[in-house]
């Protein structure tokens, strides 16, 4: 058996999918554990908050439970086309924007006056992430 190293074009290391700047790919770990934190939150708060919503939008149990199904089908139709993104213009500016979009929709969400307004921006919500 050789010890030679090879040479050639396969002799390069593998090139980073992202260039952290110098940082250690663990940085990264901390941001995306906070937008999966967020995800979890998101959906059990809805959960939770079913009876006080039911309650104070005069909203039957149907339309209380679209709050979250439109939330989770809109996440899962977009996931796809906002990695895309993540591709083309890069995963901070996406991740980033999505934050502050994500702020926005949520403070929408809280100021909903009936459960139509909610359900709207309870997709617009998913739809940034």
Wanted: with cysteine; proline share 9%.
């Amino acid at each position: 058996m050789s010890t030679e190293q090879p040479t050639g074009p396969r002799a390069e290391p593998p090139k980073a999918l992202v260039d952290l700047h110098g940082r250690s790919p663990w940085s990264i770990l901390p941001p995306l554990c906070l937008g999966f934190f967020m995800i979890m939150l998101d959906t059990t708060i809805v959960n939770v908050a079913v009876p006080t919503l039911m309650k104070e939008l005069q909203a039957d149990v149907t339309e209380v439970g679209w709050v979250n199904s439109a939330y989770l089908l809109t996440f899962a139709v977009l996931l796809l086309v906002t990695g895309r993104l993540g591709d083309k213009f890069g995963p901070r500016p996406v991740f980033i924007s999505g934050l502050v979009l994500f702020t926005l929709t949520s403070l929408a969400c809280g100021l909903a006056p009936n459960v139509e307004v909610l359900i709207f921006a309870r997709c617009r919500v998913s739809a940034v992430r």
